[in-house]
């Protein structure tokens, strides 16, 4: 006996593994909701086993969430966000459209907003990364990490040429590129390409 008919289904097409998936996906979504994970369309949401997310997190439409990733307490996540093996992502975070999130850490309070890449990252709390920034973690031969320090605001179109260290409450103006090995020192702020520091950061 089984409890439920899909149970005894055989698996002899694509169109049967992809209906017994289906099945598998929807079982994963449904634990997660009845756990305080609001998942505004399961149609479009994939998860995959292991996944561990906390309460209060919202999930917008057409995310996809693979295996070894943990997310924290109220967060927002998506529509059109990625998360890739090894991620781990802390409280009351913001990864917003078209982002791509991959082995990389991302601390309380920060905010991914749109269509950036981390890649073997480690960013502090409070970030800002903004729209449209990439690490260049892969110099085709090895992977490099690149990391942000509390604080940081990653301005738009930033290019972080891994291995780099932005310093805490440090900046990159828009289009900078920071090349590879280089440091923004704490409360320092880079611009240009390749980027130069030209000061502190002011503040009020």
């Known amino acids: 006996e089984t409890d439920t008919p899909q149970e005894g289904w055989g698996i002899n097409t694509q169109v049967d593994l992809a209906n017994a998936a289906a099945v598998l996906r929807w079982r994963i979504l449904e634990e997660f909701m009845l756990d305080g994970i609001s998942i505004e369309d399961p149609a479009t ?5 292991g996944v ?7 999930i917008k439409p057409f995310t996809v969430i693979e295996g070894d990733v943990v997310i924290g307490k109220n967060c927002v996540l998506g529509p059109f966000a990625h998360f890739r ?9 913001e990864i ?3 982002t791509e999130i991959s082995r990389s850490k991302i601390g309380d309070k920060s905010f991914m907003k749109h269509f950036s890449f981390l890649g073997d990252a480690v960013a502090g709390c409070e970030v800002n990364i903004g729209a449209g920034v990439v690490t260049a973690n892969y110099d085709g031969k090895d992977k490099h990490q ?9 301005g738009s179109d930033s290019i972080l040429v891994a291995p780099v260290k932005i ?3 440090a900046v990159t103006g ?3 590129v920071v090349a590879k090995e280089k440091t923004v020192p704490d409360d320092h702020v880079m611009v240009g390409v390749p980027g130069r520091v030209i000061g502190k950061r002011k503040t009020k």
């Open 174 to 176: 828009a289009g900078c």
């Open 45 to 49: 949401t994939f998860i995959s086993d």
């Open 146 to 154: 690149t990391r942000l320090g509390d604080g940081a605001f990653i």
């Open 167 to 169: 310093g805490k409450r």
């Open 96 to 98: 917003g459209n078209f």
């Open 52 to 58: 561990k997310i906390g309460r209060g997190t919202v």
């Open 85 to 93: 093996p090894g991620t781990r992502i802390g409280n009351q975070v």
